[in-house]
């Protein structure tokens, strides 16, 4: 759809969302030991929910807004941090990623939007919050850090546990969320 607008419905919406991605860093990152100072944080969460809320240009949006809020110094992340200083490090890609994670989930439940349930929803937030944001985010620390691709893959897959359970999360909300406030247009079955 080239040429959509932006109603001040959409601004608000996409206002909403990064700000709940800003507030889910506050939860204190849990720090892994063994990666050297990597932590999980609640704050991946942001982009699956945007996009299966709001959908995918939305959602997309939300989280570019994060972005650019994070790159002109305001401390959203987890942890505090905010900055240009944030895109030099090693989990830059992560935090990149977020837009076309969210794009992603959310063009993703666009299609289905008809036929969407828990476990489609769930399946969407993987393939978008997971294997999208990993797309990015790996190769990113491998350049940022010089280690092998294997080896920053391995040691990613530490988090995978704690993203399905976050994609688990966001697929109950979404469901939950088209049923009593549905924000994503029925789609003709057509398109």
Known sequence: MSGQRTSTRDIVYIALFAALTAALGLFPPI??????????????IGPMLAGAILGGRRGALSMLLVVALVAVGLPLLAGGRGGLG???????????????????VGKLHEWAWNKLNVVSSFIFCAIGG??????IGIP???????APFLKVAMASSVFVIGDVIKAGIAAVIAVAIKRAYPLIERRATAS
């Open 31 to 44: 720090p892994i030991a063994f990666l050297g100072g990597v932590s999980v944080t609640a704050q991946s």
């Open 140 to 146: 990113w620390t491998t350049v940022n850090i010089g």
């Open 86 to 104: 944030v895109f030099a490090g090693p989990t830059a890609g992560y935090l990149v990623g977020w837009v076309p994670a969210a794009y992603v």
């Open 130 to 135: 997971i294997i999208v944001l990993y797309a």
